[in-house]
């Protein structure tokens, strides 16, 4: 064990260690197994769990969990029982504090369904392009599936996640309501320019107005240097089909946009000279500035990291090394290095990226960390290759005030105390 | 000629054959009618594109809105289980600011679009157009932005002056310098 890691070198205040560490020289060591005694009178399955003393269960038509997981697995959704009628949000968020890696399963990305999920028929959804084309046009499932597809790893984000943390005061909650309203996925599809060209645009075309086929016909007005660009009609996540939650049978997805803009269900592409204003881009998803203003067409996801672990919802039970790992993201490319601090801030040391780094998706990293016992306060700050640098809270509150409610990207703070316990602190 | 050209050259002559389908030569979407076309258009623009037939006012909304509206927004639209619709202005750069209909939203067009789209919550589009500019009216009435028995229609919804019409700042592609964290 790591017990004796007193002369391990330092590279950054309060125990922060190399990076590289991990893999030289912290090799646990082996637990010693103990061979229960088993005498001659007894059957060899004497102390062997029960779970090895018959055949186990058959495989299942679509796999699932472990019941064990997936009783203490799962989403945190809202409204609370009773409030789904109303006009509030429906929404679920994913657990980072319980996942690890890059990639989101299915049954775990978060979901924000303003009006609700609704059960289409993919045999009678169809997608219809029109506006500033040559020729409107329309597709359904079965036509899509005749074109040349791209496979891309990104991360999606509600611009809403971490809107907590413009509040006052730190927040008891668990890494799923602070930073649960983001996932990383594969994303299968047609590129949308195909589609596009094959309208074809009209001289002039700038926008296009793209709408869901749930009842609230939720819509957003996308620029066409997106649609023209990276942006996809998506039918497969991880491999399989659209969940109904995430658009089924498909949907826009624009890479590194704020979520809401990769509209679920799309069923129409208004082709267009200029936005349409739509509810979701003037009364939601704008960002009240502290002048009364407020910031409209925000659509990037700026550059952003949290420590997924340790995190809140686990107590460091000893003195010792432990591996500190997060996720670091950024809508406007890959992330090109992630700094740990375990003092606040004071002091700063890189920390490993789990390659391969991919553009728009999420990015893991770890660096160790050798916990004295004392108080420490653990940071994560993230680097991109756009030359953003995620800013502590402060700098970001005293550029946009409190009442923003979207896009918050400050560095996220862990306030270990002297029990092992860990906090969310404003640090 | 390499294969791969060659194909792409069959293909190219293959759908000079068919150019009675829609679109580029080697696609498979098919032409949208009117029909298809009116049955998804249904954004509305701040100067009034695609607005429909009919009217309303606020006098005539009051009963609408009381029967469709009240449950969720409350009587005088002060908000209970969904959001406040009236009241507000003058909060936006105050401690406590408070985004209604009134005081945030910048085009009544979009009002009565969001409404017509997706209202009542639990029966979206099941009320007429007319309807739907009169439950408009109400609301815009109850923030004191027109009158009881202004006529609201196709031409003169475009024309009303919302409070915070200048309240928005393009944010694409770049934040604006005064409001970036590393400037």
Same mark, same amino acid.
């Given at each position: 064990?790591?017990?004796?890691?007193?002369?391990?070198?330092?590279?950054?205040?309060?125990?922060?260690?190399?990076?590289?560490?991990?893999?030289? =020289?912290?090799?646990?060591?082996?637990?010693?197994?103990?061979? %229960?005694?088993?005498?001659?009178?007894?059957?060899? +399955?004497?102390?062997?769990?029960?779970?090895?003393?018959? @055949?186990?269960?058959?495989?299942?038509?679509?796999?699932?969990?472990?019941?064990?997981?997936?009783?203490?697995?799962?989403?945190? =959704? #809202?409204?609370?029982?009773?409030?789904?009628?109303?006009? !509030?949000?429906?929404?679920?968020?994913?657990?980072?504090?319980?996942?690890?890696?890059?990639? =989101?399963?299915?049954?775990?990305?978060?979901?924000?369904?303003?009006?609700?999920?609704?059960?289409?028929?993919?045999?009678?959804?169809?997608?219809?392009?029109?506006?500033?084309?040559?020729?409107?046009?329309?597709?359904?499932?079965?036509?899509?599936?005749?074109?040349?597809?791209?496979?891309?790893?990104?991360?999606?984000?509600?611009?809403?996640?971490?809107?907590?943390?413009?509040?006052?005061?730190?927040?008891?909650?668990?890494?799923?309501?602070?930073?649960?309203?983001? +996932?990383?996925?594969?994303?299968?599809? &047609?590129?949308?320019?195909?589609?596009?060209?094959? %309208?074809?645009?009209?001289?002039?075309?700038?926008?296009?107005?793209?709408?869901?086929?749930?009842?609230?016909?939720?819509?957003?007005?996308?620029?066409?240097?997106?649609?023209?660009?990276?942006?996809?009609?998506?039918?497969?996540?991880?491999?399989?089909?659209?969940?109904?939650?995430?658009?089924?049978?498909?949907?826009?997805?624009?890479?590194?946009?704020?979520?809401?803009?990769?509209?679920?269900?799309?069923?129409?592409?208004? &082709?267009?000279?200029?936005?349409?204003?739509? !509810?979701?881009?003037?009364?939601?998803?704008?960002?009240?500035?502290?002048?009364?203003?407020?910031?409209?067409?925000?659509?990037?996801?700026?550059?952003?990291?949290?420590?997924? !672990?340790?995190?809140?919802?686990?107590?460091?039970?000893?003195?010792?090394?432990?591996?500190?790992?997060?996720?670091?993201?950024?809508?406007?490319?890959?992330?090109?290095?992630?700094?740990?601090?375990?003092?606040?801030? #004071?002091?700063?040391?890189?920390? %490993?990226?789990?390659?391969? #780094?991919?553009?728009?998706?999420?990015?893991?990293?770890?660096?160790?960390?050798?916990?004295?016992?004392? @108080?420490?306060?653990?940071?994560?700050?993230?680097?991109?290759?756009?030359?953003?640098?995620?800013?502590?809270?402060?700098?970001?509150?005293?550029?946009?005030?409190?009442?923003?409610?979207?896009?918050?990207?400050?560095?996220?703070?862990?306030?270990?105390?002297?029990?092992?316990?860990?906090?969310? &602190?404003?640090? | 000629?390499?294969? /791969?050209?060659?194909?792409?050259?069959?293909?190219?002559?293959?759908?000079?054959?068919?150019? *009675?389908?829609?679109?580029?030569?080697?696609?498979?979407?098919?032409?949208?009618?009117?029909?298809?076309?009116?049955?998804?258009?249904?954004?509305?623009?701040?100067?009034?594109?695609?607005?429909?037939?009919?009217?309303?006012?606020?006098?005539?909304?009051?009963?609408?809105?009381?029967?469709?509206?009240?449950?969720?927004?409350?009587?005088?639209?002060?908000? *209970?289980?969904?959001?406040?619709?009236?009241?507000?202005?003058?909060?936006?750069?105050?401690?406590?600011?408070?985004?209604?209909?009134?005081?945030?939203?910048?085009?009544?067009?979009?009002?009565?679009?969001?409404?017509?789209?997706?209202?009542?919550? *639990?029966?979206?589009?099941?009320?007429?157009?007319?309807?739907?500019?009169?439950?408009?009216?109400?609301?815009?009435?109850?923030?004191?932005?027109?009158?009881?028995?202004?006529?609201?229609?196709?031409?003169?919804? /475009?024309?009303?002056?919302?409070?915070?019409?200048?309240?928005?700042?393009?944010?694409?592609?770049?934040? /604006?310098?005064?409001?970036?964290?590393?400037?």
């Amino acid at each position: 064990m790591a017990n004796d890691a007193q002369d391990l070198p330092r590279v950054a205040g309060n125990g922060l260690l190399d990076r590289r560490l991990f893999m030289r =020289t912290l090799a646990l060591g082996a637990v010693g197994t103990a061979t %229960a005694g088993v005498s001659l009178a007894d059957p060899v +399955s004497k102390g062997q769990p029960e779970w090895m003393l018959a @055949p186990g269960a058959t495989t299942e038509d679509y796999g699932t969990p472990s019941h064990y997981e997936m009783a203490r697995t799962r989403r945190w =959704t #809202v409204p609370p029982a009773g409030q789904t009628a109303t006009g !509030r949000s429906i929404v679920a968020f994913t657990p980072h504090h319980q996942l690890h890696g890059t990639l =989101t399963p299915n049954g775990l990305h978060f979901e924000v369904n303003h009006h609700g999920i609704p059960d289409i028929d993919p045999d009678q959804h169809e997608l219809i392009i029109h506006g500033m084309v040559r020729q409107p046009i329309k597709f359904n499932v079965a036509a899509l599936a005749n074109y040349p597809t791209e496979t891309h790893n990104y991360f999606l984000e509600c611009s809403g996640n971490s809107g907590r943390l413009w509040a006052d005061k730190p927040t008891p909650a668990n890494l799923d309501i602070t930073h649960g309203l983001l +996932s990383g996925s594969e994303w299968t599809g &047609v590129p949308l320019a195909t589609l596009l060209d094959e %309208a074809g645009l009209q001289p002039g075309a700038k926008w296009i107005i793209a709408e869901g086929a749930d009842s609230g016909s939720v819509s957003r007005s996308v620029p066409m240097d997106k649609a023209m660009g990276d942006a996809m009609i998506a039918l497969y996540q991880n491999g399989e089909r659209l969940r109904p939650g995430q658009g089924y049978p498909m949907r826009l997805f624009n890479p590194g946009f704020e979520g809401n803009t990769s509209i679920k269900w799309v069923r129409s592409i208004r &082709v267009t000279d200029r936005p349409a204003m739509t !509810r979701f881009e003037t009364r939601t998803y704008t960002d009240l500035m502290p002048d009364g203003k407020a910031l409209q067409f925000s659509l990037g996801m700026d550059v952003k990291s949290v420590i997924t !672990r340790p995190s809140n919802s686990t107590v460091l039970p000893k003195k010792g090394v432990y591996e500190v790992t997060g996720i670091a993201w950024s809508g406007n490319g890959r992330i090109t290095r992630v700094e740990v601090s375990a003092d606040g801030g #004071v002091t700063w040391a890189d920390a %490993a990226l789990q390659g391969p #780094v991919l553009p728009i998706m999420l990015t893991r990293f770890r660096i160790p960390w050798q916990w004295d016992g004392g @108080p420490a306060v653990l940071q994560s700050r993230a680097y991109d290759e756009a030359g953003r640098i995620q800013p502590s809270r402060a700098d970001l509150i005293a550029a946009r005030g409190t009442h923003g409610n979207y896009h918050f990207n400050g560095i996220h703070s862990w306030g270990v105390g002297e029990d092992g316990g860990i906090a969310h &602190v404003y640090a | 000629m390499s294969t /791969p050209k060659l194909l792409r050259f069959c293909v190219f002559l293959l759908a000079g054959i068919g150019m *009675t389908t829609a679109g580029a030569d080697n696609g498979f979407g098919t032409p949208a009618t009117e029909e298809d076309i009116e049955r998804v258009y249904l954004s509305i623009f701040p100067d009034g594109e695609n607005l429909p037939d009919g009217s309303g006012t606020a006098d005539e909304g009051k009963a609408v809105y009381e029967m469709y509206c009240t449950v969720c927004h409350g009587a005088d639209g002060e908000g *209970t289980l969904a959001d406040k619709l009236v009241g507000g202005r003058g909060t936006l750069d105050s401690d406590s600011p408070d985004k209604t209909v009134g005081s945030y939203w910048p085009y009544a067009t979009t009002v009565f679009n969001y409404i017509r789209r997706s209202m009542p919550y *639990t029966a979206p589009m099941s009320l007429t157009n007319e309807e739907y500019y009169a439950i408009t009216a109400f609301v815009l009435h109850k923030n004191d932005i027109i009158s009881a028995d202004k006529v609201l229609d196709r031409n003169s919804l /475009p024309d009303v002056s919302m409070p915070n019409r200048d309240g928005f700042v393009n944010a694409y592609p770049d934040i /604006p310098p005064e409001y970036d964290y590393m400037h």
